[in-house]
């Protein structure tokens, strides 16, 4: 029973910031990569932000030295730190655990970018 529960979307202003939470439930085993991705209406899902076993995160060219993705140790956590964010940030985001065995995604959480 792995469930992946996203946090922390919400409307903002253009230039302001979010932090996003991906928390984990259940055994994930063999995980090789932890990322973000989005997905406006009409638009196909997007990588936003990886991180991969035994290399430095990388990030989509958009939101690159705007957003950084960590892990909290100590909260069992996946977050997406998001600063000066546009309005073409706004997007459904998912947070995604990959492994040897499966692929697990969450329900997302709305961002809205907005004046």
């Known amino acids: 029973q792995v469930q992946l529960v996203e946090s922390g979307g919400g409307l903002v202003q253009p230039g302001g910031s979010l932090r996003l939470s991906c928390a984990a439930s259940g055994i994930i085993r063999g995980i090789n990569t932890m990322g973000w991705y989005r997905q406006a209406p009409g638009n196909e899902r997007e990588l936003v932000a990886l991180m991969t076993r035994g290399a430095s995160p990388t990030y989509a060219d958009s939101v690159k030295a705007r957003f950084t993705i960590s892990r909290d140790n100590a909260k069992n956590t996946i977050d997406l730190q998001m600063v000066n964010l546009k309005p073409s940030d706004t997007a459904v985001y998912y947070c995604?655990?990959?492994?040897?065995?499966?692929?697990?995604w969450g329900q997302g959480t709305q961002v809205t970018v907005t004046s």
């Open positions: 995604k655990f990959g492994s040897v065995y499966a692929d697990y």
